[in-house]
């Protein structure tokens, strides 16, 4: 089972010498990796100590970048901290917020 770890705690690691994101879930610690970075070690400060899966995302990492993140894996992100996604039929749409007329009374 893997460790969790609370978004507090990832919030704390946010320095260049103490650098921790969480992607998908996942936490890692970059910190060694950060010089390594080839998008520069500016672009992972920037993240540092919070939530990276949009930034990640948005830049296109390749399969290759993804399979790296595995060496510096610490744990998964505590389930009280992860967003919940709303399902779709739950957001309610002006036809469905709006109750319909008996035909006899229009």
Not at 65 to 70: C, G, I, T, V, W
Request: hydrophobic share 35%; net charge negative; proline share 4%.
């Amino acid at each position: 089972m893997s460790k969790e770890i609370r978004l507090a705690t990832v919030n704390e690691h946010n320095k260049a010498t103490d650098l921790w994101v969480v992607i998908d879930n996942k936490v890692y610690d970059v910190t060694k990796f950060r010089l390594e970075h080839p998008g520069g070690e500016e672009s992972l400060v920037d993240e540092a100590g919070r939530d990276a899966t949009k930034a990640f995302n948005d830049v296109g990492h390749s399969s290759e970048a993804r399979e790296m993140l595995k060496k510096y894996y610490i744990g998964d992100l505590a389930a009280a901290d992860i967003k919940k996604k709303s399902p779709i039929s739950a957001t309610p749409t002006d036809a469905a917020a709006t109750p319909k007329q008996c035909c006899i009374l229009s």
